[in-house]
């Protein structure tokens, strides 16, 4: 182990990704699993996190107070819900400690508060840890520069597990934005969410989204380019939580020690 491995924090330790996290820091040599948070007043607050991730006892138990264990952190992973997030980055503020924020699903009005920590707090956001949706989004400026000015429609296909509460995905909206800059189509104008009744032709210019919800999916993106007589697709697929555990626990490692600033992975993983 590195002596600067960082010594980290899952926040949501109970849940989905909680557990997977918990996994992938303990299988990094330069990741030090300091403390898991479970939601305040949960009957998991002192169980053991390795229990929790079945993985066996690790000596590290859940807690439910955030502001109990921080001085002993240097970052958190936080993969819970928005205003818990929120609440999370004002302590980490207060506290001096880097954050790794793969929650999604937050408004406008909350992505400008924590927009509002980014001279306080180093943090990385991003709705997609994983590496290869990170270099897809790469593919994505290209081909959208390519094509999407040349008569091709664009189309953004997500597919989720039953669970998930947010739609469409971070993730699809991050593939929409990447595209939509490169076009200069501002998404707010050119996005296209919902199709029901007699809603007309497709306009040029819009760029469309589908949601499905269904099983355990754990994630699935397709992005359509289609013209007459052609049609490209770039699809990526996760088939495991790992894949994006495992980008957060780099990111962790990348942010820890960094200056204040919000980061996403594409900074981590030098795409830029
Ligand atoms: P989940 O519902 O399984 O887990 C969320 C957990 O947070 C729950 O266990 C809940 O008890 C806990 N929680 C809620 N409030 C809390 C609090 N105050 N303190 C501590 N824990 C608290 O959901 P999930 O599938 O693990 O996803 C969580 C989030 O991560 C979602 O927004 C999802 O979209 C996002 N996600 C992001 C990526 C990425 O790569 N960025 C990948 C997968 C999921």
Redesign the pocket.
Known sequence: MSSHAPRIAI????????RTLVNAVTQDPDAILAAG????G?SLAGADLGELAGLGKLGVVAS?S?GAVLDDVDVLID???PQ?TL?NLALCAEHGKAIVI????LSDAEIATLDGYRDRVPMVF?????VGVNLTLKLLETAAKALGDEGYDIEVIESHHR????AP???ALKMGEVMADALERPLKEYGVFERVGQCGPRTDKEIGFATVRAGDIV?EHTVMFATEGERIEITHKASS?MT?AK??VRAARWVSGREAGRYDMQDVLELK
């Open positions: 926040v949501g330790a109970a849940g989905r990704m909680g948070i479970v939601e305040s949960s439910d955030l993969f819970t819900a818990v609440s793969g929650t999604t699903g991003a709705p997609n840890m994983s669970h998930k509460v947010d995905s971070g993730t994630g939580r994006f980008g957060a």
